[in-house]
């Protein structure tokens, strides 16, 4: 059986966390299926800074739903769809 060197497990270190950091919205929201959920989960558990994220994130996300209460004027709903309509391909059709 061949070990991992030090470099190797560096870098498959920093491949899960991106990979925690690049689905955390979607593991938040509950999104990710068992297998991925379970392992960014694990990942979270063991990793002190996506853990201080993940925290971060979760608090963020209760400090918004509870302070914005109120329905966005029309004029930034129209400017965020223009946005999205110029940056992300197919949004709106």
């Known amino acids: 059986m ?3 060197t030090a470099s190797e ?9 991106e990979d925690a950091v690049t689905n955390l919205y979607l593991y938040l929201d509950g999104e990710l299926g068992w297998p991925h959920r379970l392992v960014i989960s694990w990942h979270i558990r ?10 971060f994130e979760e608090y963020l996300r ?4 509870e ?12 400017r965020l769809r223009a946005f999205l309509e110029e940056h992300e391909p197919g949004f709106g059709q």
């Open 2 to 4: 061949q070990r991992s």
């Open 62 to 65: 209760v400090v918004v739903r």
């Open 9 to 17: 497990v560096l870098v498959m270190s920093r491949r899960r966390c």
């Open 46 to 55: 063991r990793c002190e800074g996506c853990t201080s994220r993940f925290h």
């Open 67 to 78: 302070r914005v209460r109120e329905e966005p004027r029309q004029e930034v709903l129209d």
